[in-house]
């Protein structure tokens, strides 16, 4: 599974911005995609994710601002970020979980979302 992330910039505290990440390759077996963010000396976080059977999760922080979405027809999901904060600067990294042959986690090349006050 290939993932290509994009949407990133820079953006004032209080807007909004939307990241796409575009699946390919065996996306049939894909049973979860989703958003994980770095931020500066801190850990991976979770920040959403959607199955395949279109239910949702997200991190404690994002819940109420950000919105995952998937449109399979394109292989595509998006995230939805609204009311941005200073704290949601990071890297943002598309995550595909994929069963059968080749069964573990995939991640794209990330997408640096800054927010700036």
């Known amino acids: 599974v290939q993932l290509q992330a994009s949407g990133g910039g820079l953006v004032q505290a209080g807007g909004s911005l939307r990241l796409s990440c575009i699946a390919s390759?065996?996306?049939?077996?894909?049973?979860?995609m989703g958003w994980y963010r770095q931020a500066p000396g801190k850990q991976r976080e979770m920040v959403a994710l959607?199955?395949?059977?279109?239910?949702?999760n997200y991190g404690g922080s994002v819940k109420g601002r950000f919105t995952i979405s998937r449109d399979d027809a394109k292989n595509t999901i998006y995230l939805q970020m609204n009311s941005l904060k200073l704290e949601d600067t990071g890297v943002y990294y598309c995550?595909?979980?994929?069963?059968?042959?080749?069964?573990?986690?995939?991640w794209g090349q990330g997408t640096l979302v800054t927010v700036s006050s």
């Open positions: 390759g065996s996306v049939s077996s894909v049973v979860f």
């Open positions: 995550n595909a979980y994929k069963t059968g042959i080749g069964v573990g986690n995939y």
């Open positions: 959607i199955a395949n059977t279109g239910s949702t």
